[in-house]
């Protein structure tokens, strides 16, 4: 009977113990030398929390966040990430009871998942407070792109009170304007990407052609009489382009009585070296002409 009543008292207090409801376990480690006081002055100057870069769940790295302030830090706590907070409206009640922060942030600029519900960060589980006050609680909702956070000043208020209610969010938990500052609804930035450029890039292209055509036509007529005729005709057209590189090509065209060569294509040709190559072809236009006319007189 004894060894009974000892079974049944020690089952009657272990059972709520091992039946017990555990809060979002953390699975992660907390960083000890961050500062966990976070604090409200007005929507310019406000201090809340964040789960580390990237954590994803939020809910299960709640244990493990840290302070970050926007606007003047304070607290020694880190500065909040750039471009995170995309507005922030500032709310008291009456009798100044609890002081509060309600806005929008764009949860990709620190590597949020944007399918992530969130988690709340207070100071009912945590050793998190806010500066002034005896109770806060915060959230942060890469989802909806929300975020809040409300100090009270009375430990017994309601005001943050998150009992049967701790997931329902910010819009619940503290009630608000989550509005962008032109009164639209919450949204991420909608500023593309970029991609910083390779300071030292592996390959650079310079691309410039330039291309010469010369055409040649040497018509000779020759008679009985002693008198022979010959013209010569020589037409050169460029155009003048950057010296990183340049394409010559020099083109005629052979029939009855015309003189003519083949076609001259240097991959990489300075201006000056152009100008001598063309030079230099005329001369050997020049002289084939007066070698055909030179034969046609020797013939009659």
């Not at 961050?34 to 994803?56: E, H, K, P």
């Not at 609890?98 to 992530?116: E, F, M, P, R, Y």
Request: aromatic share 6%; net charge negative.
């Amino acid at each position: 009977m004894l060894f009974k009543a000892i079974l049944f008292v020690a089952l009657a207090i272990a059972t709520p113990v091992l039946a017990g409801p555990t809060k979002n376990p953390t699975t992660c480690t907390r960083n000890e030398t961050r500062t966990t006081v976070t604090s409200i002055t007005d929507a310019d100057n406000f201090c809340t929390m964040l789960t580390s870069y990237g954590a994803a769940p939020v809910a299960q790295h709640e244990g493990c966040a840290s302070a970050y302030c926007h606007g003047t830090p304070a607290n020694g706590a880190e500065p909040m990430p750039e471009g995170l907070i995309l507005s922030a409206h500032f709310a008291e009640d009456e009798n100044k009871g609890h002081v509060q922060i309600t806005g929008c942030i764009d949860a990709a600029k620190w590597g949020l998942n944007s399918t992530d519900e969130g988690g709340q960060m207070d100071s009912h589980g945590f050793p998190y407070t806010c500066k002034g006050y005896k109770k806060f609680v915060s959230l942060l909702e890469p989802s909806t792109n929300t975020f809040c956070i409300r100090c009270c000043k009375d430990d017994n208020r309601s005001d943050c009170n998150t009992k049967g209610i701790s997931t329902k969010g910010c819009m619940a938990i503290v009630p608000g304007k989550y509005t962008m500052a032109d009164g639209s609804a919450c949204k991420a930035s909608q500023e593309p990407s970029v991609t910083p450029s390779d300071p030292n890039p592996a390959t650079v292209t310079i691309s410039a052609v330039v291309t010469t055509t010369t055409t040649a036509a040497a018509n000779i007529t020759a008679s009985a009489a002693p008198m022979t005729t010959i013209a010569a005709n020589v037409t050169s057209t460029s155009t003048p382009v950057p010296e990183a590189s340049q394409t010559l090509s020099a083109n005629a065209t052979a029939t009855e009585g015309t003189a003519t060569e083949g076609t001259i294509q240097p991959s990489i040709l300075p201006m000056n070296m152009a100008a001598m190559a063309s030079s230099s072809w005329s001369m050997q236009l020049v002289a084939s002409v007066a070698a055909l006319a030179f034969s046609a007189a020797l013939a009659f």
